[in-house]
């Protein structure tokens, strides 16, 4: 009991302290592709530290759902961060949830997202939320697809049970079933987590903002909550994804050395997903709303595909 | 053990209803009497009831009561055995809630409507539910399910004043026979090959089916069964008869007489028809994966909140099908204990969304009663003046869209597990049917969030829209406590989930021969898992637990920042313009018009704007817009059907020209011909 705490908390705190950081990471890599210098790599942390230390306002018209929204999606981002395997293939609540649990509390934390969007009356929330809830409908599917190609070569939908299975065996990613279920994975995790080119998350240009819109009444301590909460969250699918096909490093219990050596590989490999990122936000163009559907039934079919390939090969 | 008590308390349960029914229609000139009677006596069934039911469910061995009628075939016979002591528990907490809730409900009928008659019919169906749930004599079945569709029938066109309540009930009468033709059809066949019409008769006699009249008797039940439990293409008219009764009933009809088509199936097809082949299993999934998804999307579209929430009935009943379905598949493939984690997973569904979706239509019938339209895009800003009732709805709505640590989420996550094991289970292509029905259930999930983020946000966030939503107040208190009783149901089956399930065990013993509920449960009772070694776990209980915990300290950030800076309330960003006022909210139309683009292909959507504008057409004066979808099913399935039936009815009337004559020869021949017949052997 008390060894589940610590790790909960060792955890915890990598979590807590690493998601902002490839905020930040990103958007400085952006920059300097874009010939500019950013921000720094810091950045996050100061917006956060800002954004607690200040006042807010909360619009006339909102309830108490406004309010509990900032808690309700930063909890259960750092509650699904306690769930996957991040330097070692044992993850302190696995047990308790695998990745369907992943994904439904992913969908509990949007869910109240959208409602706090829709919460404060005027149309940039309701449009950012209703967006959002589509796009995210219509991603389920393909990511549903891909997790399960993989929870079926592993026989199990929990997380380290996939992560130990994945070690164990000799490095398979250039199966067709993996490169096809990495590349669905890929594609919700670029709509999931709203990078271009499904939402820019650097724009307040109204009328293509996505998540920017649900949060843009919110001030203060609670869009820190909300931002962090979203770092979080995109850590975590990031995280999923690359321990998922790439599990090298993991540590396969929670010694000092094979911590240490598990979260220098980790962070190396997270370093790489994010090039590939920053390299697709800056090469591509936001897409028209009305396209998205059709690069998600790409990543849909890629999915099937997958699936159809490990009952093939 | 002792059967006494159950049956005891199964009488009383049915004495309760039966007299309290004929009591309301003997005291139906002193309403307020009445209504105490009516609410009294259903409540004290449900209390019966209900105690009978958790008794019968812990005692392992199936009870039967019979006695004779006199008539060959036909005898009174009840069977006690937790499968129907299940529908019965599921029956018994629903009926509780809504007795609960029509006490205060009810009294708006007061000098306007025969309160008397209402609580007949009320009563009669809650009567007549029991005997579908305990009847193991064919007949006695088939008579408890007509009087349900006929009561029921009565229910929905309680305010037949109304054009569109009256064709609603029509089109419900018109479907109810027909399935109860089906179902006939179904009952003759297994009738003739074991010589009697009992229940226990038709599982002895399920080896001697032969593999056609298997398949024949299946179809009859599956179709029959299907159309009561509203399964597409059969469910048009679902969403047009359960709105237009009143909220307590409609509670009722989509939380448990809509259960009885899931009773039936699972009651036939896993008893009186031996081992199905399994494309029998692949069919009842395929048309369970195309009810959820078809369900949800038609339910996005609308905007009157209790429409909604009848396709979403369509979706739940889908969902269950899929665990139903997978059942058979793994009984026929010879995997006892994956058949009884699907089947549990489907009852328990079936337990969950009884108790989600009754609570949902009761806290759109407090909306209804407080506000008068049914119209979301009237409402909006009632969680304010009506909390209780939004927070009802809230924990409703979140338990349906299935997510943590709510009991929704439990049966589909039961659900997905059983179709995970169902790709290692089976052989063939027919393998990737499992993953790709549980990708189309991850689709049904996102889609039912999306459609209950609109339906909680537009009834009840933001600015009213409409006057009706400005002077409102909250539901009188019994119907907050009838409401109350099922949030505690979602939360308790939810988050005590491990503790809730073993009491499957009887369930899937007697039905499939399998205890799993020491599988499913593991690390101290708190985690469930799937049953099988590796497999996935969860746990609700410790999810609920980490979120509560994880609050602290983000209470803490967010606090410390606040003690030292004010917190005010300001108006919402509107552009610089002079104030919002409830025209600048999104409506639940624009809510859904994303999903009505993409989907288009199957919505065809059609809308016409016209505007009235001085000088440029950017500043219109006035704007009229119409927006609609096609109904696919009525314009493309029903509508030729009618119009086919009609040419042939206009066909068969020259044989009935009305002359004395032709009929006299008529009766002639059919005499001669009976007489053929009869003398033949």
Redesign the interface.
């Known amino acids: 009991m008390t060894g589940l705490l610590a790790k909960a908390g060792l955890q915890l705190v990598l979590l807590l302290l690493v998601a902002p950081l490839f905020s930040g990471i990103i958007k400085t890599l952006k920059a300097r592709l874009q010939t500019r210098r950013g921000p720094g790599v810091l950045q996050s942390y100061r917006d956060i530290f800002k954004l607690l230390h200040k006042g807010m306002v909360i619009p006339e018209t909102a309830s108490w759902i406004f309010s509990a929204t900032p808690y309700i999606v930063f909890v259960t981002a750092a509650l699904v961060g306690l769930m996957i395997p991040m330097t070692t293939t044992d993850a302190p609540l696995s047990l308790f949830g695998g990745v369907l649990a992943v994904v439904y509390l992913l969908a509990l934390g949007r869910f109240f997202l959208a409602l706090g969007g829709l919460d404060a009356g005027s149309s940039f929330g309701g449009l950012g939320s209703s967006r959002e809830m589509t796009i995210s409908a219509i991603a389920e599917p393909a990511m549903m697809l891909a997790i399960f190609t993989v929870a079926l070569a592993a026989s199990s939908t929990n997380l380290s049970e996939m992560a130990k299975v994945a070690v164990s065996q000799s490095w398979k990613f250039l199966a067709p079933s993996q490169m096809l279920a990495f590349a669905a994975l890929f594609i919700v995790l670029i709509a999931e987590t709203g990078r271009i080119p499904v939402d820019n998350p650097a724009t307040h240009l109204e009328l293509t903002m996505i998540h920017e819109a649900m949060i843009l009444e919110y001030s203060g301590p609670y869009l820190a909550l909300l931002e962090w909460g979203a770092s979080i969250k995109q850590l975590v699918l990031m995280t999923l994804v690359v321990n998922t096909f790439f599990p090298f490093g993991l540590s396969s219990d929670w010694t000092a050395r094979g911590l240490g050596l598990g979260l220098i590989f980790y962070l190396t490999k997270m370093l790489l997903l994010l090039c590939l990122i920053v390299l697709v936000e800056t090469t591509n163009a936001k897409l028209r709303l009305f396209r998205v559907p059709e690069l998600l039934m790409i990543s849909f079919i890629f999915g099937a595909l997958a699936l159809i390939s490990t009952f093939l090969f | 053990m002792n059967t006494f008590p159950v049956g005891t308390l199964f009488a009383l349960s049915l004495t309760a209803y039966l007299g309290g029914a004929f009591a309301c229609l003997a005291s139906w000139q002193k309403p307020t009497l009445c209504r105490y009677i009516c609410c009294g006596s259903a409540l004290a069934g449900a209390v019966f009831g209900g105690l009978a039911a958790v008794l019968g469910i812990l005692q392992g061995t199936p009870l039967l009561w019979s006695f004779s009628s006199g008539i060959p075939l036909f005898t009174y016979s009840f069977e006690y055995d937790a499968l129907a002591g299940f529908f019965n528990l599921t029956l018994a907490i629903l009926a509780g809630a809504v007795s609960l809730y029509s006490f205060s409900y009810l009294r708006e009928f007061e000098g306007k409507r025969n309160i008397g008659f209402f609580g007949f019919l009320f009563l009669l169906l809650l009567l007549s539910l029991i005997v579908v749930f305990t009847a193991a004599n064919a007949f006695l079945f088939l008579m408890g399910w007509e009087v349900m569709a006929l009561v029921a029938y009565g229910l929905v066109t309680f305010y037949h004043e109304d054009r569109e309540t009256r064709r609603a009930g029509l089109l419900y009468i018109v479907m109810a026979h027909i399935d109860a033709g089906c179902l006939l059809l179904g009952f003759a066949l297994l009738m003739q090959v074991s010589g009697s019409a009992d229940f226990a008769s038709f599982r002895t006699a399920a080896a001697q089916l032969s593999s056609g009249q298997q398949a024949t008797a299946f179809v009859f039940f599956f179709l029959g069964f299907g159309i009561k439990a509203g399964i597409i293409p059969f469910h048009i008219w679902l969403p047009a008869a359960h709105p237009v009764a009143p909220s307590n009933i409609s509670a009722l009809l989509s939380g448990i007489v809509l259960k009885a088509g899931i009773y039936g199936m699972a009651r036939i097809f896993l008893g009186g028809l031996g081992v199905l082949p399994s494309w029998a299993g692949l069919l009842v999934l395929i048309v369970g994966v195309a009810s959820a998804v078809l369900g949800v999307l038609y339910a996005l579209m609308e905007h009157d909140i209790k429409r909604l929430l009848a396709y979403h009935s369509i979706e739940n009943i889908g969902i269950i099908l899929i665990g139903l379905g997978a059942t058979l598949v793994f009984r026929a493939a010879g995997h006892p204990q994956l058949a009884a984690v699907a089947l549990i997973a489907a009852i328990f569904h079936t337990l969950n969304h009884a108790i989600f979706k009754c609570l949902l239509f009761l806290g759109a019938g407090s909306v209804l009663h407080s506000t008068g339209t049914r119209n979301m895009e009237e409402m909006g800003?009632l969680?304010?003046p009506m909390p209780v009732t939004a927070f009802c709805f809230?924990i409703g709505a979140?338990a349906i869209?299935?997510?943590?640590p709510l009991n929704g989420?439990v049966s589909e996550?039961l659900t997905?597990?059983s179709l995970?094991a169902g790709?290692?289970a089976t052989g063939g292509?027919t393998?990737?049917l499992f993953?790709?029905a549980?990708?189309?259930?991850?689709?049904t999930?996102?889609?039912a969030?999306?459609c209950?983020?609109k339906a909680?946000?537009?009834t009840?966030?933001?600015?009213p829209r409409g006057a009706e939503s400005r002077q409102v107040h909250e539901a009188p208190r019994s119907m907050l406590v009838g409401m109350g009783w099922l949030t505690v149901a979602c939360l308790a089956l939810g988050l005590g989930a491990t503790w809730f399930l073993p009491v499957f065990d009887t369930l899937t013993e007697q039905l499939l021969g399998q205890r799993v509920g020491t599988n499913l449960i593991s690390?101290h009772g708190?985690?469930l898992s799937?049953g099988m070694p590796?497999?996935?776990?969860?746990?609700t209980a410790?999810?609920g637990f980490?979120?509560v915990i994880?609050?602290i300290p983000?209470?803490l950030?967010?606090s410390?920042?606040?003690r030292?800076?004010?917190?005010?309330?300001?108006?919402?960003?509107?552009c610089g313009l002079p104030g919002?006022s409830?025209e600048?909210?999104?409506t639940a139309t624009?809510?859904?018009?994303?999903?009505r683009?993409?989907f288009s292909a199957l919505y065809q959507p059609r809308r016409e704007i016209q505007a009235v504008f001085d000088v440029s057409p950017y500043f219109p004066k006035e704007i009229r817009f119409e927006s609609e979808i096609e109904p696919t099913f009525e314009k493309r399935l029903y509508i030729p059907l009618r119009d086919l039936l009609l040419r042939f009815a206009i066909r068969m009337r020259p044989i009935q020209a009305g002359s004395i004559h032709a009929y006299l020869a008529y009766i002639f021949v059919t005499l001669i011909l009976l007489l053929l017949f009869g003398v033949r052997p």
């Open positions: 800003g969680i304010r809230l979140v869209s299935g997510l943590p989420f996550w997905y597990q995970l790709y290692g292509l393998r990737i993953p790709l549980g990708s189309m259930l991850a689709l999930g996102a889609l969030a999306a209950f983020v909680f946000a537009i009840f966030l933001a600015l690390g708190l985690v799937a590796h497999g996935g776990t969860v746990s410790v999810i980490g979120l994880l609050l983000s209470v950030l967010v410390n920042g606040a030292r800076f004010a917190w005010k309330r300001g108006p919402t960003w509107d919002l409830e600048n909210e999104y624009a809510f859904s018009k994303p999903l683009m993409i």
